[in-house]
């Protein structure tokens, strides 16, 4: 009898990571990191207490990433789509919608166990998630995922192209392959294997004339803290792919060898430094840190990597500004 082997990575362990993320912005939220009104409803744990470098961690992230999406939906005055892959729970849609800063087109995509929670929550008692898509939201088969004319949620598996094309190509998500559109992927490229993460990114390229990319993912992954980082993931069946994200350089080569022009990288201590001085020394008045030194370690250990299709890289790192402060 052939032996039974443990996939290596195992897709419920994956989903949990969004759960857990979920949860750890409204902590941070809760002590006024950020303002994010919808992740209350998202998670609905009760309160667990993360340590102060987590939730200063989450906040450059939130920060830095949402500074970028409004650079890019204010050089085009709205008329662009964002695509989020892997989106979870995510509540940036709402929170763009809020500031009159949403795009023509929003969707997330994620996997059907992920969307059809998110469909749910939506559809609850939590009015404010629901009033933003509009008075035009039509819920899919099986409750699995929504559309409005602004926003669609739709379930799919990054890793089967053909169903992703063809539910981005659905009449009722309205995406124009021509429109300037950026996609977003945070802690998504990292959980897949080099030639699906490649079909994925060649995909994007090769079908939207117009694309942006904004990935957030680890970086610097050859020394002993990464090897403790990819050994707890591993032994949550949770395996990081880290030959293309090991350095900048190799994080930049993925993009260009599938059709991506242009692309810079830095890591997040490096972008936390370019966020405004006041911002930054209100953040830190929030909570001490006991191991200054460990922060660094896990900043320099996550990164953003930027990149087009087009001659014109038109989001930048020296121009972080937004309006999400406590």
């Not at 994007?204 to 993912?217: L, V």
């Not at 993925?254 to 001085?277: C, H, K, P």
């Amino acid at each position: 009898m052939a032996e039974f082997r443990v996939p290596a990575t195992d897709d419920n362990s994956v989903i949990l990571t969004n759960d857990e993320a979920s949860c750890s912005k409204k902590f941070a939220v809760s002590l006024g990191y950020w303002k994010d009104p919808y992740i209350k409803c998202m998670c609905k744990q009760s309160q667990i207490r993360k340590t102060p470098e987590i939730s200063r961690g989450y906040f450059g992230r939130v920060f830095v990433i949402r500074s970028l999406v409004e650079q890019f939906v204010k050089a085009h005055s709205r008329n662009c789509q964002i695509v989020s892959v892997g989106a979870g729970y995510d509540t940036l849609y709402w929170n763009l919608s809020a500031s009159g800063l949403s795009p023509q087109k929003y969707v997330e995509v994620d996997f059907p166990s992920v969307t059809r929670i998110k469909t749910t929550i939506i559809h609850s008692k939590e009015e404010q998630l629901l009033k933003a898509l509009g008075n035009d939201v039509e819920v899919l088969p099986s409750r699995v995922g929504c559309c409005s004319s602004s926003y669609s949620l739709l379930p799919a598996d990054l890793r089967n192209l053909q169903h992703l094309d063809t539910q981005l190509k659905l009449p009722s998500v309205g995406l124009d392959l021509n429109v300037p559109t950026l996609f977003l992927a945070e802690c998504v490229l990292m959980y897949m294997p080099e030639k699906e993460c490649d079909s994925l990114l060649s995909y994007f390229s090769q079908t939207f004339t117009d694309s942006h990319f904004i990935s957030y993912d680890v970086i610097n992954m050859s020394d002993r803290f990464a090897e403790v980082m990819k050994s707890n993931m591993g032994s949550r069946r949770c395996t990081l792919y880290t030959d293309d994200c090991s350095t900048a350089q190799a994080q930049r080569d993925r993009f260009s060898r599938n059709g991506w022009a242009t692309s810079v990288v830095e890591n997040m201590e490096s972008l936390y430094q370019l966020i405004d001085s006041s911002e930054r020394s209100r953040v830190e008045k929030i909570e001490m840190l006991d191991e200054v030194h460990l922060l660094s370690e896990l900043m320099v250990h996550y990164c953003i990597c930027l990149a087009t299709n087009t001659d014109n890289l038109l989001l930048s790192f020296h121009n972080l500004t937004t309006t999400i402060g406590g």
